[in-house]
């Protein structure tokens, strides 16, 4: 449910199985140390919830309900984006760089974590700063290579971008995720469209049911001038995932096409997912669009 974006219902089942556990029911017990690490998991998660709905003091109740160092660095991060929403970035930042690192992969994990920390903040140079350090300790993490190149494009360094997916294509020719951002990389700024398709089309053969790779493909068929077979596409992503970008590419698609009550009903759900999205904001103010 978490995962899915459904975080009412994903705090209910969370505080429904802390009441569980927590009772006198012999048929919710398990073991203690499965007791110890799902309750963990559970304040961990409702502590994120909060945090994400800005219930600052209550996402801190839950963190301090949290007895065991084994998840240092997470509770670390939390507390730091807890400070970050209370506009005290430098002292987040100082916060998980001052974690214990207590195994090998910990100062790479650190590094992770507060790019990731800055990313949510708006700050996209200081985490690509960031991420380019923590490439310097794993040069060949290409999961790193993928999101200093997403940073990359953000920044508008797009020859930047380019370089690092190609460099995760040459020593893994078949990411798909890869081959789909630098085509789609190529398909959104509409340029080298055939080169842009066989790059998607190859990561949707890799991965034919993945909603953003076909997303990627009825876009830059929309970009070709196919615009038919591209809504095909981008609904079929949409049905898949109720993704608020997908629904914009759609609702543009449609406009374009003429079909404009059809378009405002995707732009319209788009806007309850995510009204301050930044592609929605400002496709709907190029196509003058008031859904």
């Keep these: 449910q978490l995962q899915l974006n459904r975080a009412d219902e994903a705090e209910t089942s969370f505080k429904t199985f802390l009441a569980g556990v927590d009772s006198d029911n012999p048929s919710t017990h398990t073991e203690p140390d499965a007791h110890a690490r799902g309750k963990t ?4 998660s409702l502590a ?7 219930r600052l003091t209550e996402a801190r109740a839950w963190l ?23 506009g005290k970035l430098q002292e987040a930042r100082a916060l998980i760089q001052a974690t214990p690192e207590l195994q090998p992969n910990d100062a790479l994990a650190k590094l992770k974590a507060e790019a990731q920390l ?8 200081d985490a690509y700063a960031v991420l380019n350090q923590a490439s310097a300790l794993a ?3 290409f999961d790193l290579i993928y999101e200093r190149a997403m940073l990359a494009e953000k920044l508008g360094l797009t020859v930047d971008m380019e370089k690092l997916l190609r460099s995760i294509i040459s020593a893994q020719p078949d990411n798909h995720n890869a081959l789909n951002a630098l085509g789609y990389a190529l398909a959104d700024r509409n340029e080298r469209l055939s080169e842009a398709k066989t790059l998607i089309d190859k990561a949707h053969a890799l991965a034919p049911d993945d909603p953003y790779i076909t997303d990627s493909l009825g876009w830059v068929l929309f970009r070709m001038g196919d615009t038919t077979q591209a809504i095909t596409l981008l609904k079929r992503a949409f049905e898949i995932r109720q993704d608020v970008e997908i629904a914009v590419h759609l609702g543009e698609a449609l406009w374009t096409q003429g079909n404009k009550e059809a378009a405002r009903g995707y732009f319209r759900q788009a806007q309850s997912m995510q009204p301050d999205n930044e592609l929605l904001k400002s496709t709907l103010t190029r196509l003058q669009v008031t859904p």
């Design 48 to 54: 994120h919830i909060a945090e994400r709905t800005q």
């Design 64 to 86: 301090d309900r949290v007895d065991t160092t084994d998840n240092a660095l997470r509770i670390q991060t939390l507390r730091a984006s807890l400070l970050a929403r209370e």
């Design 118 to 125: 800055l990313k949510e903040v708006a700050q996209p140079t």
């Design 139 to 141: 040069p060949d993490d």
């Design 41 to 44: 998991q559970a304040y961990l």
